[in-house]
């Protein structure tokens, strides 16, 4: 018996040290790729890679990768390579490799490595994760969403609310409300995305809003969900084999269960609304890939990914997720943005000034904001910029070599299936192309200043064919929204007002202690001491 026992505890110990064996040949078996390809990497731990400190939670993935990104370029090189965990990543560190990699050679780069499925996790289906031939087809049918006749189409609808965003901030600055903006703006982002997007009227700003709840619990994840998150985009396989999530049971059927009631009460009722969803509930209607509307593939050789229509299909679920998309690019685009942009122009009474000499001449010649009156704004859109260039909502590019490709000037090949990163937060803050990064100055981007800015070094929204396609929009909502708050209110710091630091539970720039600021009432005095007899009351609801 005991030579029998002794048998089995030598099995047992062989087996698991054939396990450990395994695992660890498992985990390093890729550890040697840069070093073949003569690319200069980072040595990686065993388990993590080069992520221990992102996968613990310790520091965001903006801090992480511009420490990447400083070392390598430290050191004089290009680019370099490190691990996600098993997962061999080429960072770049030069415009030039910018514009090559995402203009250029577009073809070999023009997928993201973002696990989705549209069967098990359906909301994943939407067009920031779509590859190949579905991602080309959806985009061109999409494009003509974000024309000038449909956003300015769209603009009478956001002034509206950008009224009422007034008269909420107005009761808040009677009171000496403390205010965090990233959250407020948040809520007002989302009434307009409820109208625009579904045709639905949300009182987010005043009450508290399923919608609302939704973007909350997608941008701000638990733990759990973060390593979900982190699983998919690390181990499709993985993520695809045991049917993970990367948006939650409880968002995926709130916002199904939306569009599936909206688009069943409209067919019902014969209902035509100039919005984002009665668009993709008409897109099946139309026919051809409407390439010629693709501004940014212009430009863009050899890229002949085949579209077989009839191979894809619209279903109700492609349908959610591309309505989910653009909830998600609306909602952290301008919550993060203005949210800092407030937060910035508490620090800077200078800067409001002038903000508010340009706001009273613009509304002095049209009277009120108007889309017109968006082109005049020059200013406001410097101070936006800058401010998209400190805190950029997205601070990494993803791309997924599709097919293998040369570096320029070297004879390394990166493999097919290698993942590659353009950390843009370590471009926008690096001093080469922005002296004293850390300063907030909008005279960056005046038209005498601009062209010392390299192009591929300020990127908010991405370049090339895969920019954000609603990257116009945005910068409507942020223009107006800020010439709407600077004709009203005074920005001050507050109590609660703190130095910026990033939360690094978050794959987005989320501030740890928020972005808080106290508000106070303009009088007609401020406006007229700028040469315009234009009051607040002008702009407030209608």
Known sequence: MELFSGSWALYAATAVALLVALTYLYLTSTHGLWQRLNVPFIKPDIIYGNMKEIAQFKKSQNEVFTEFYRHFKDSGHKFGGVWQ???????????????????????????????????????????????????????????????????????????NTAGRLVEVLSEAAEKGEMM??????????????????????????????????????????????????????????????????????????????????????????????????????????????????????????????????????LTEGVVTAQAFVFFLAGYETSSSALGACLYQLAYHRDIQDKLLQEVDEVIKKYSDITYESLQDLVYVEQVLEETLRMYPPVGILLRKCTQPYQIPDTNTVIPKGCQMFVPIYAFHHDPEYFPEPEEFRPERFSAENRKNIPQYAYMPFGHGPRVCIGFRLAMMELKLTLAMIIKNFKILKCEKTKPFRMCPQSFFLVPQDGFWVQLKTRTSEDSIKNGSEVTPTTLKGD
């Open 85 to 159: 965990l098993r997962d061999p990543v080429l960072i770049i560190c030069t415009v030039d490799l910018v514009k090559d990699a995402l203009i250029k050679n577009f073809p070999h780069f023009h997928d993201r490595h973002i696990a989705h499925d549209e069967h098990f996790d359906p909301l994943s289906a939407h067009l920031i994760a779509l590859e190949g031939s579905k991602w080309k087809y959806i985009r061109s049918k999409l494009n003509p969403a974000f024309s000038t006749s449909k956003l300015k189409g769209m603009f009478a609808s956001m002034r």
């Open 180 to 313: 965090e903006m990233r959250e407020f703006v948040a809520r007002y982002t989302v009434e307009i995305i409820g109208d625009v997007a579904f045709g639905i009227q949300v009182n987010a700003m005043t009450e508290d809003s399923k919608f609302l709840l939704m973007g909350q619990k997608y941008f701000e994840p638990t733990k759990t969900e973060r390593i979900c998150q982190i699983i998919s985009n690390t181990h499709p396989w993985l993520y695809k084999l045991l049917k993970l999530r990367s948006i939650s049971k409880e968002v995926t059927e709130f916002f199904t269960g939306v569009v599936r009631k909206t688009m069943e009460y409209r067919r019902k009722n014969s209902i035509e609304r100039n919005d984002f969803l009665h668009f993709l509930m008409k897109i099946d209607e139309t026919s051809g890939t409407n390439l010629k509307d693709m501004e940014e593939m212009k430009g863009v050789k050899n890229y002949n990914t085949a579209i077989n229509e009839n191979s894809i299909e």
